[in-house]
């Protein structure tokens, strides 16, 4: 028994008798290697690394040098929390570069969705994520992924399923980008994943091939009508403030020829006033002066004047004196 442990435990000596040999110090030097490789690890900048001994976690540590006990004791997971992770739906890029790629999903029926007013749109969007809590990402969920795509596909045909073919296909896609985010990130956090939802963009809504034609069509119709419905408004737009102003310019005209006639018709008043008292005060003085103001604003308007005597009876027809002037006049001028 004790020669049996002797061989298979040596002493001393013999242990010191296999590092003379040259494979004894090449075993040795890669134990050494082992060990210093599976004691020492290095987490990148913008990593978290989780311990785990004999599968267990134990701790969680940052960027850095770091140590771990060796052998297989206790294993590192790498996870990083800045990084943008991207999955697509409804379709799949196959090369990256200066011109990109795509090719359909594997799934053909992924992008194929129904609408609220019972219409069949393809919709294909990108999901942008990062892992907030690696623990939660690496522990509570068993695949993260197919879970977080599981749910897009949920929550979109959700979404879309609310809502008309007009809104998914036009100005409603914002919308219901935001509204699919929103409704991720509350089911992701009730799951405890750890993933933040960073942004969810509708990459690509269209109709089925067969009806594409028709569709277009009726986008050109729709685009046609809200043309003329702008150009319609731009002229009721031109027009109205145009017509306000005349309606404003003759109404203030109208204002101030009233205030003209009334100032006229006040000045007229009292310069009647002004003119019976001094009437009143000189009746023959005035009565004058206003029949020689009158002869003065009438007679040269007058084109033919005729003095009758006030003791003539009847009266005799007088000879046109400037008719009688105009024929001597034109008599003279025929003369040499």
Do not use: C
Request: proline share 6%.
């Amino acid at each position: 028994m004790g020669e049996r442990w002797e061989v298979l435990m040596p002493r001393g000596y013999r242990w010191r008798r296999w590092l003379q040999l040259p494979w004894g110090w090449i075993a040795l030097g890669v134990v050494l290697l082992w060990l210093v490789l599976t004691s020492f690890f290095t987490v990148e900048s913008g990593e978290v690394g989780l311990i785990l001994r004999f599968g267990k976690f134990v701790r969680e540590v940052g960027p850095g040098l770091h140590w771990k006990f060796p052998f297989g004791v206790e294993r590192v997971y790498k996870f990083s929390t800045e990084r943008i992770f991207k999955e697509e739906f409804g379709f799949r890029t196959r090369t990256v570069g200066e011109r990109t790629e795509y090719g359909p999903p594997e799934n053909s029926e992924e992008p194929v969705m129904l609408t609220g007013d019972l219409s069949i749109v393809h919709v294909e969007w990108v999901v942008q994520y990062r892992i907030a809590d690696p623990f939660a990402y690496r522990f509570r969920i068993a695949d993260p992924k197919k879970t977080l795509r599981d749910i897009s596909q949920a929550v979109v045909r959700k979404v879309v399923g609310d809502r008309t073919v007009d809104e998914v296909l036009t100005y409603g896609r914002e919308e219901v980008a935001d509204e699919v985010r929103r409704l991720m990130q509350a089911i992701l956090d009730a799951y405890g994943s750890g993933i933040r939802i960073e942004t969810v963009r509708l990459q690509n809504v269209q109709p089925p091939d067969p009806v594409k034609p028709a569709f277009h069509g009726v986008n050109q119709a729709k685009q046609e009508q809200e043309r003329l419905i702008n150009e319609a408004w731009e002229a009721y737009n031109r027009a109205i403030p145009q017509a306000e102003g005349e309606a404003k310019q003759t109404i203030a005209q109208a204002e101030g020829y009233a205030i003209e006639v009334v100032n006229r018709a006040r000045g007229d008043a009292d310069r009647f006033r002004t003119m019976l008292e001094e009437y009143r005060r000189a009746p023959d003085v005035t009565r004058q002066r206003i029949l020689l103001e009158t002869l003065a604003e009438v007679l040269p308007h007058v084109q033919q004047v005729l003095v009758v005597d006030p003791e003539t009876r009847s009266l005799i027809p007088l000879l046109s004196l400037p008719a009688a002037a105009g024929g001597k006049k034109a008599s003279s001028e025929e003369k040499p």
